[in-house]
T-cell receptor, first 117, second 111 residues
Framework: EAQVTQNPRYLITVTGKKLTVTCSQN?????MSWYRQDPGLGLRQIYY???????DKGDVPEGYKVSRKEKRNFPLILESPSPNQTSLYFC????????????????FGPGTRLTVL | RKEVEQDPGPFNVPEGATVAFNCTYS??????FFWYRQDCRKEPKLLMS???SGNEDGRFTAQLNRASQYISLLIRDSKLSDSATYLC????????????FGAGTQVVVTP
């Protein structure tokens, strides 16, 4: 089944304790992206990757790191989490980042609900 | 001012009625536009891409108005299952990988 998976789905942690949220897709997609969703603010892009070893900042990259060593995986790293990073996180992928004049359909993972105390 | 804005609603719609709502964007260079549907904080799912000429998919019609910088979504013959939050997404022309989403419009279809 074609899908984007995220782990863990739920996480409660404490300030300063490094954590990694994994994202994996089995569709051989070039493009992957991380978003956070907060009430009233919608989805905000954290980082994106247009292919292996190619990553770039979205609108809210502060406090996050990513890596893209393999096409299928795009982990999100919080080196020193803080309470303002409490949020619902979504990973997404698409076949390629642009198609003719536009972007391509993004498939989203089920989300990771993170609470930082 | 947010770069992508939506009326949060809720839009309360009787079953069978038509509902329409807009999404405004501030970057006139934006090239790609999408409507996503999101149920109860689950993952967003693509409803439709929005093309310059407008497009229709069953009961759903999307339009793009570049002059006024907004996209619209119209739902005809609303079903109870259409109750959801509808997110618009805009791809920045100067940075293809960057997407911005609106905060969503909630639609509630009532019997």
């Amino acid at each position: 089944e074609a899908q984007v998976t995220q782990n863990p789905r739920y996480l409660i942690t404490v300030t300063g304790k490094k954590l990694t949220v994994t994202c994996s897709q089995n569709m051989n997609h070039e493009y992957m992206s991380w978003y956070r969703q907060d009430p009233g603010l919608g989805l905000r892009q954290i980082y994106y990757s247009m292919n292996v070893e190619v990553t770039d900042k979205g609108d809210v990259p502060e406090g996050y790191k990513v890596s893209r060593k393999e096409k299928r995986n795009f982990p999100l790293i919080l080196e020193s989490p803080s309470p303002n990073q409490t949020s619902l996180y979504f990973c997404a992928s698409s076949l390629k980042f642009a198609r003719l004049a536009g972007g391509d359909e993004q498939f989203f993972g089920p989300g990771t609900r993170l609470t930082v105390l | 001012r947010k770069e992508v804005e939506q009326d949060p609603g809720p839009f309360n719609v009787p079953e069978g009625a038509t509902v329409a709502f807009n999404c405004t964007y501030s970057n006139s260079a934006s090239q790609s536009f999408f409507w996503y549907r999101q149920d109860c904080r689950k993952e967003p799912k693509l409803l439709m891409s929005v093309y310059s000429s407008g497009n229709e998919d069953g009961r759903f019609t999307a339009q793009l108005n570049r002059a006024s910088q907004y996209i619209s979504l119209l739902i005809r013959d609303s079903k109870l299952s259409d109750s959801a939050t509808y997110l618009c997404a805009v791809n920045k022309a100067d940075s293809w990988g960057k997407f911005q989403f609106g905060a969503g419009t909630q639609v509630v279809v009532t019997p």
